[in-house]
């Protein structure tokens, strides 16, 4: 079935510097790739998603690639604040007997020192 | 404000019991779904409903089930069958209905324990 591998599961940052969360996704046919951030205790806010069509999109201090013949997709938070500290999803759509649905990874713990 | 509402926040349920998480969204979406989320792990799908009166078992939907007469409205069962129900339920919804590629929306989460 669909699988989506989330890599690291924790992330240790000092603030200002650069962090990394890789994800590789198996359905060949997944065309959109958002990511979410979750704060404690709360739902997962969408922070940015890249559809298949374009390889790289940004926004301020975040940015997400995408390579669709390895299948893989990556986040990168530049000069990280302590208030990036929370858990961020990755997720790649699927579909399945015509309905739509994401299928999201383990998740990976961000935390930024001051 | 628009956006999705589940309720209550917190609830308790004692053993052999049925419980029904409620779940309200006024984006005009039709899509909506339901997710597990244990503890330091990622998000499980329950149950997913793409239009009003059918709805879809996702992977872990044994000991759930759903109802979707309103559009706007997706409330979760956690029946007895459900051995181990302590978690964190998340609802969301999308615009899509058969459309790849649509994005989710996430409400605030229910916190489920069993007492």
């Known amino acids: 079935g669909e699988n989506v591998e989330q890599h690291p599961s924790t992330l240790s940052v000092q603030e200002g510097d650069s962090a990394v969360i890789k994800c590789t996704y198996s359905d060949s046919a997944s065309n959109y790739f958002p990511w979410y951030k979750q704060e404690l205790g709360k739902g997962p806010q969408l922070i940015i998603d890249i559809r298949s069509n374009v390889g790289e999109k940004k926004d301020q201090r975040i940015a997400v690639t995408l390579n669709k013949t390895a299948k893989h997709f990556s986040l990168h938070i530049t000069e990280t604040q302590p208030e990036d500290s929370a858990v961020y999803f990755c997720?790649?759509?699927?579909?399945?007997?015509?309905?739509?649905?994401?299928?999201f990874g383990a998740g990976t713990r961000l935390a930024v020192h001051p | 404000d628009g956006g999705i509402t589940q309720s209550p926040k917190y609830l308790f349920r004692k053993e052999g019991q049925n419980v029904t998480l409620s779940c309200e969204q006024n984006l005009n979406h039709d899509a909506m779904y339901w997710y597990r989320q244990d503890p330091g792990q990622g998000l499980r799908l329950i149950y997913y409903s793409q239009i009003v009166n059918d709805f879809q078992k996702g992977d872990i939907a044994e000991g759930y089930s759903v109802s979707r007469e309103k559009k706007e409205s997706f409330p979760l069962t956690v029946t007895s069958a459900q051995k181990n129900p302590t978690a964190f339920y998340l609802c969301a919804s999308s615009g899509g209905t058969r459309h790849s590629g649509n994005t989710i929306y996430f409400g605030e989460g229910s916190w489920l324990t069993v007492v």
């Open positions: 997720a790649a759509h699927a579909t399945s007997g015509g309905y739509n649905k994401l299928i």
